[in-house]
């Protein structure tokens, strides 16, 4: 065979092979090496990729590598060319989205690798765990005139997985090595730090021209965090979600995980930060890019292309995560705090129709849902910005952002779902919200493909059109002892606010309300708001059985004018 066949035939095995190796020569071509090392350095200008010690094909340091194959193939094809005699094309275009896109593809071929969590670490307390600490001198892109740091978590406790990370610099990739050096450990565990990253956060002079602010993380599954100007976190968003509602018995949800970065180093004076990520669980792989905005609201494009290993009941996209306490329409009794949550309601804006549904923090499972075809948004909102509505100086929930999600392109037939379940204190999500498509990916066959941008901000972040809603309060007033309620009747009281009301007369608005089939005696009252400058109206109702919901609607209307978005208050099960 001759010697080009021979090289040819390493290049057909890398295809099926992650594992690499120096540049720019493949890990089954060891026995080359030393023929081909002259060759190499002839052609590193044609073809270059790191230069690292060469290594034994069994060493456990090749995975820490993870040089991209679609590098490695190029030069392989170099090489081969150059000894045949035939010349050779020039190198390919920059790492891109459709590179971690063949990476998910190939990835989806092949049965899901678990990654064992080495004990000692997992064991980890929270305190020991807060004790490893990231050293800011050690970020990356510091002496680079980069507008953007990267700083990166420890592993160890919940976040036991190793990230593979990547820079692309002027088109190329390298590995980015986080050693244990970047860390210093300021508690008493033994044995730490060490090497690795289970997460990263980026930093930007989001407040201050001259003080960098954290903007965005990213750690644990595939959960990601923003703020915008004057935020501090709260909500979180994830890439996917898969049978967080309905899974069969034996699964139960799962949780896809991050595991490969490749980020775009940004020039100085960027004001966006680009990266690609790889998705992978049991059933599912994903390719993903992200493009970071960081501003008063900040703003992260993602596109996402999802391929499936096996069946699954159903995927969440844009998935949204959230925790409701207590708050004006359900208070907690002892606490000294009015409100206690880091979202307040589910916004929606359809084709023609905007929505405003309350959270709850309900007793069990409480799952509703909005049926659309290509809708035009929805969020977990924080609408209420009053530090006076939540009282507590070290949570500060009147900072916390709301998230807007906005489809990019046409997301089909599907519904918005919202997954509500009890918590008992603050310390738990217990919300979810995103978009179910109806058409799944078919497993083992093409992926499907959305695109969004998900806002983090605070207040006026996307205001439906004409008058929203303010507030919702549950309960009766003062009441006649000689003339009881009636029983299991219920009163709420909603408080609408926004330009469409100004300047109208008292009697020239009108209140409609609906309910399902579990209420009867429905009456609506709507009168101006004096203090406010708004408009309430009050609802009166009685729920028929107290083991299943009831679902109210209400919007304000001036003749045959929409003045206002819908309220529809979901009362979950006794």
């Known amino acids: 065979m001759g010697f080009a066949s021979v090289l040819s035939g390493c290049l057909r095995a890398v295809k099926t092979d992650r594992w690499l190796t120096v540049s720019p020569l493949l890990p089954r071509c060891f026995p080359l090496l030393p023929l081909l090392a002259p060759l190499s350095v002839a052609l590193t200008p044609a073809c270059p990729l790191p230069t690292v010690p060469i290594l034994s094909p069994r060493s456990p340091l090749l995975a820490a590598l993870d040089l991209r194959a679609r590098r490695a193939r190029q030069c392989a094809a170099v090489l081969v060319a150059a000894l045949a005699g035939i010349g050779f094309a020039p190198v390919a275009a920059a790492f891109g989205f459709e590179d971690a896109a063949r990476e998910a593809a190939a990835l989806a071929q092949r049965p899901y690798q678990a990654v064992a969590a080495q004990p000692a670490l997992a064991a980890l307390t929270y305190d ?30 919940g976040s036991t997985r190793p990230l593979m990370l990547h820079e692309i610099v002027e088109g190329r990739v390298r590995a980015i090595d986080v050693p244990a050096a970047v860390f210093r450990n300021d508690g008493p565990a033994a044995g730490l730090p060490v090497a690795g990253a289970a997460g990263w956060r980026a930093h930007f002079a989001l407040n201050a021209p001259n003080r960098l602010d954290e903007v965005v993380v990213f750690l644990g599954a595939s959960y990601f965090r923003a703020v915008g100007a004057g935020l501090q976190y709260g909500l979180s968003a994830r890439g996917l979600a898969i049978d967080s509602v309905g899974a069969a018995e034996n699964t139960g949800e799962e949780f896809p995980a991050f595991t490969t970065y490749w980020f775009e180093r940004p020039a100085p004076g960027a004001r966006a930060l680009r990266f690609f990520a790889l998705l ?7 390719a993903y890019e992200f493009v970071v905005r960081p501003g008063a609201a900040t703003a992260i494009d993602v596109r996402a292309r999802v391929h499936l290993r096996a069946p699954v009941r159903q995927l969440g996209i844009a998935p949204l995560t959230s925790m409701f306490l207590a708050g004006e329409n359900q208070p907690a009794a002892g ?15 359809l084709n023609g129709e905007w929505l405003w549904r309350p959270l709850v923090n309900p007793r069990g499972v409480f799952v509703t849902s909005f049926a659309a075809t290509s809708p035009r948004g929805f969020g977990l909102m924080q609408r209420d910005r009053a530090f006076t509505s939540y009282e507590d100086l070290e949570a500060r929930y009147d900072r916390r952002p709301s998230a807007w999600v906005e489809p990019i392109g046409d997301w089909g037939a599907g519904r918005v779902q919202l997954l509500q379940f009890g918590t008992p204190d603050e310390t738990h999500d217990n919300i979810g919200a995103w978009w179910v498509p109806d058409r799944l990916p078919v497993p083992g066959g093409a992926p499907l493909e959305w695109a969004w941008r998900v806002h983090f901000g605070g207040a006026g972040l996307a205001p439906p059109p004409g008058a929203w809603v303010t507030q919702s309060r549950r309960g009766h007033g003062w009441q006649d002892a000689a003339r009881p309620r009636e029983r299991d009747a219920h009163q709420m009281h909603v408080d609408f606010a926004g330009p469409a009301l100004e300047g109208l007369a008292a009697d020239a608005v009108s209140a409609v309300v609906t309910g399902n089939t579990n209420v009867r005696g429905l009456r609506a009252i709507a009168q101006p708001n004096a203090a406010t400058g708004g408009w309430r109206v009050t609802v009166d109702f009685q729920r028929l059985d107290p083991r299943q919901a009831v679902e109210l609607r209400a919007f ?16 979950p099960p006794e």
């Open 335 to 349: 606490d000294y705090r009015p409100e206690v949550h880091d979202s307040d309601g589910l916004q929606i804006a």
């Open 280 to 286: 992978d669980s049991p059933r599912a792989t994903g």
């Open 128 to 157: 020991e765990y807060r004790a490893v600490r990231f050293k800011t001198e050690r970020s990356l892109w510091r002496d680079t005139g980069s507008p953007f740091q990267l700083q990166f978590f420890p592993i160890g406790r």
């Open 556 to 571: 304000l209307k001036a003749g045959e004018r929409t003045l206002s978005e819908t309220w529809a208050f979901a009362l």
